[in-house]
T-cell receptor, first 111, second 116 residues
Framework: GEDVEQSLFLSVREGDSSVINCTYT??????LYWYKQEPGAGLQLLTY?????DMKQDQRLTVLLNKKDKHLSLRIADTQTGDSAIYFC???????????FGTGTRLTVIP | EPEVTQTPSHQVTQMGQEVILRCVPI?????FYWYRQILGQKVEFLVS????????KSEIFDDQFSVERPDGSNFTLKIRSTKLEDSAMYFC??????????????FGPGTRLLVL
């Protein structure tokens, strides 16, 4: 079955880069997503990458995809205290027509 | 910017009672979804809905659950007889149409359901 894994916690100092990693198991994934969840709030779409791409950059966010290793990462440059949140990766499979979420990584930014 | 809205934001109910969670998807979207997140756990898919019928559903979505699009804007999730383990955050999402990046699902802020 589908299994999306992330490390649970990450702490970085303000101004440093954060790298949040995700592994997935289904090679038929077409899109991979990063969502951000602030305390008590909903899921905010941050960015996504299509499976035929290796990299996507969007302002401070860089997504890297290694299809061979089924590894996805989200890099946040110049991390700010407002970036503190839980970050979920999710994969979309065309046949299933729904998202499979990872466990979420709680990012803590230390001032 | 268009967004998915959900009401209520919080609901407390007694075990065995029926609850209806409401969602207004983004207006030009065609696919609608419900997910839930039990405290401290993964976000889990419940059901997808397209063209006035269920498209996919997970094992969680048993006979106690139902979905409906009663009019042109609302999308509802009904739990007929709530159980303690139904306590969770319930997220509604919508998307355009698969293909052409239409898989991107936009989520509402969630309804936190507490069953006592």
């Amino acid at each position: 079955g589908e299994d999306v894994e992330q490390s649970l916690f990450l702490s970085v100092r303000e101004g440093d880069s954060s790298v949040i990693n995700c592994t997935y198991t289904d090679s038929s994934s077409t899109y991979l997503y990063w969502y951000k969840q602030e305390p008590g709030a909903g899921l905010q779409l941050l960015t996504y990458i299509f499976s035929n791409m290796d990299m996507k950059q969007d302002q401070r966010l860089t997504v890297l995809l290694n299809k061979k290793d089924k590894h996805l990462s989200l890099r946040i440059a110049d991390t700010q205290t407002g970036d503190s949140a839980i970050y979920f990766c999710a994969e979309y499979q065309t046949g299933a027509n729904n998202l499979f979420f990872g466990t979420g990584t709680r990012l803590t930014v230390i001032p | 910017e268009p967004e998915v809205t959900q009401t209520p934001s919080h609901q407390v109910t007694q075990m065995g009672q029926e609850v209806i969670l409401r969602c207004v998807p983004i207006s030009n979207h065609l696919y609608f979804y419900w997910y839930r997140q039990i405290l401290g756990q993964k976000v889990e898919f419940l059901v997808s809905f397209y063209n006035n019928e269920i498209s996919e559903k997970s094992e969680i979505f048993d006979d106690q659950f139902s979905v409906e699009r009663p009019d042109g804007s609302n999308f509802t999730l009904k739990i007929r007889s709530t159980k303690l383990e139904d306590s969770a955050m319930y997220f509604c999402a919508s998307s355009e149409e698969p293909g052409l990046a239409g898989e991107t699902q936009y989520f509402g802020p969630g309804t936190r359901l507490l069953v006592l």
